[in-house]
């Protein structure tokens, strides 16, 4: 592990533990830790309508998926390009929507507030780089912290004019109703979106996974 990643870690640790005391008001003291509280989701969640699944359109023209993992089926992508692309605007989409009745679950790994969480404390986390990700990301230590059955879908894309091909670029299962913010090295952020990032970030943490992406 080179230098400049441990000078990383520990910058993302002291961060994120100053901006948890912030938040959560504990600027002295230690909070419960998350390993000692029931985790329940909040009843609130997922309560956004599902999306008609009657009178479909057939999707014709072609579509690029960047991502197919996170846990999709040849049944989540079909309907994402048949049936939620045609009801989008031409441009950028991103859109957190209700999985209909006739398709299977999603998982997330994610643990946090925005699930229902308590907010997962630095005690409760290492920091591991995932893949090729420039930076770490919070990840729950220990196995009782798993993914999550959820009912939610996030997806992120462009719909093409016309016939030109549609761009799919991930859609991933939620228990919140918001999109995940990215993580706050992500160097596509301007600084006020990087500053959000990191308070998501510093009480919100990912289950171990087998995925790298």
């Known amino acids: 592990m080179s230098n400049d990643a441990d000078d990383l ?3 993302a640790r002291e961060l994120n ?13 230690q909070p419960q830790s998350p390993s ?9 969640h997922n309560r956004r309508a599902d999306m008609n699944t009657e009178n479909t359109t057939t999707q014709t023209k072609p579509c690029t998926f960047h991502h197919k993992d996170h846990g999709l089926t040849d049944e989540h992508t079909n ?20 999985l209909p009745h006739n398709l299977p679950d ?21 920091y591991v780089t995932r ?9 729950l230590v220990g196995t009782a912290f798993k993914p999550r059955a959820c009912r939610n879908i996030c997806i ?6 016309e016939y030109k091909t549609d761009t799919v670029f991930t859609a991933y299962g939620t228990g919140s109703n918001e999109p995940t913010p990215r993580e ?3 160097t596509s952020l301007v600084p006020k979106e990087a500053i959000k990032a990191a308070k998501f970030w510093s009480n919100h943490a990912l289950a171990q996974t087998n995925e790298e992406d």
């Open 156 to 161: 992120i894309g462009i719909k093409a004019k």
């Open 36 to 44: 000692n509280q029931t985790w329940t989701r909040n009843p609130l």
């Open 106 to 126: 999603l998982t997330t790994a994610l643990y946090g507030p925005s699930e229902g969480d308590p907010p997962v404390h630095e005690d409760d986390v290492k």
């Open 17 to 29: 533990q100053s901006i948890f005391n912030q938040e959560t008001g504990t600027e002295t003291g």
């Open 79 to 98: 309907w994402i390009t048949d049936t939620f692309i045609p009801s989008q605007p031409d441009g950028f989409f991103l859109e957190v929507v209700r």
């Open 184 to 186: 706050w090295w992500d």
């Open 131 to 139: 893949g090729e990700r420039p930076g770490p990301s919070r990840i």
């Open 9 to 11: 870690r520990g910058l």
